[in-house]
């Protein structure tokens, strides 16, 4: 197996309603659609991967589940950054892949039954305060912003103790605008309010 180890920024848009039903029943509660279509970026601040640096570059995560995630049978695909030279794609590829050991392949070994390969686009990831934005032309793009907390301190409201695979606790965020057209994966979504978290991440195999 591999030796890698990267950490950096998360974000997330599903078009489950607000509060997506995996945080409060462990995944075993039943989706607020047919399907859960959810669309992970990750942005790599401190990443190494076999002696190959990967700092600055990011990847996405596109899925399509079921009724209830933990159930399996997902649709799985991948992009990674047009940014990264041959080798840095290539490990990119094989972390968000799961080929390379981690949470992804966590993922891929016990949820993923239809892999739907792997992408090469520019990723744009901006944070603004409360606000989070990803673009990925020809793919997917999507715009959230933390639920703010009540006490006024520019902090979004947390889920903590959670099971997810990118953090444990997560801030808790509502999806402005939500498409995906790339994969075989196709949703559409604006004004709706939907689900959406970011937190620091780190993995390593």
């Given at each position: 197996m591999a030796d890698w180890?990267?950490?950096?920024?998360?974000?997330?848009?599903?078009?489950c309603d607000y509060l997506c039903p995996c945080i409060y029943t462990n995944s075993l509660g039943e989706?607020?659609?047919?399907?859960?279509?959810?669309l992970l970026v990750f942005r790599v601040d401190d990443g190494n991967y076999e002696g190959v640096n990967l700092d600055g570059l990011s990847f996405a995560m596109?899925?399509?589940?079921?009724?209830?995630m933990s159930e399996g049978n997902w649709a799985y695909g991948v992009i990674v950054d047009?940014?990264?030279?041959?080798?840095?794609?290539?490990?990119l590829s094989?972390?968000?892949?799961?080929?390379?050991?981690?949470?992804?392949?966590?993922i891929r070994d016990n949820l993923v039954d239809?892999?739907?390969?792997?992408?090469?686009?520019?990723i744009d990831f901006v944070m603004d305060g409360l606000k989070r934005s990803v673009s990925i032309p020809g793919a997917l793009d999507f715009r959230i912003e933390g639920v703010a907390s009540?006490?006024?301190?520019?902090?979004?409201?947390?889920?903590?103790?959670?099971?997810?695979?990118?953090n444990s606790r997560l801030a808790l965020a509502r999806t402005q605008e939500s498409h995906v057209h790339c994969l075989g994966i196709d949703l559409d979504m604006s004004e709706k309010g939907n689900n959406?978290?970011?937190?620091?991440?780190?993995?390593?195999?």
């Amino acid at each position: 197996m591999a030796d890698w180890k990267i950490s950096g920024e998360y974000m997330e848009s599903c078009n489950c309603d607000y509060l997506c039903p995996c945080i409060y029943t462990n995944s075993l509660g039943e989706t607020t659609n047919d399907n859960c279509t959810a669309l992970l970026v990750f942005r790599v601040d401190d990443g190494n991967y076999e002696g190959v640096n990967l700092d600055g570059l990011s990847f996405a995560m596109v899925i399509k589940s079921g009724k209830v995630m933990s159930e399996g049978n997902w649709a799985y695909g991948v992009i990674v950054d047009e940014a990264g030279d041959e080798a840095q794609r290539a490990a990119l590829s094989a972390i968000a892949s799961g080929e390379a050991g981690g949470a992804p392949s966590m993922i891929r070994d016990n949820l993923v039954d239809d892999f739907r390969g792997v992408e090469v686009k520019a990723i744009d990831f901006v944070m603004d305060g409360l606000k989070r934005s990803v673009s990925i032309p020809g793919a997917l793009d999507f715009r959230i912003e933390g639920v703010a907390s009540a006490l006024d301190n520019g902090e979004p409201l947390y889920a903590d103790n959670t099971p997810h695979p990118a953090n444990s606790r997560l801030a808790l965020a509502r999806t402005q605008e939500s498409h995906v057209h790339c994969l075989g994966i196709d949703l559409d979504m604006s004004e709706k309010g939907n689900n959406g978290h970011y937190a620091p991440f780190t993995w390593a195999a």
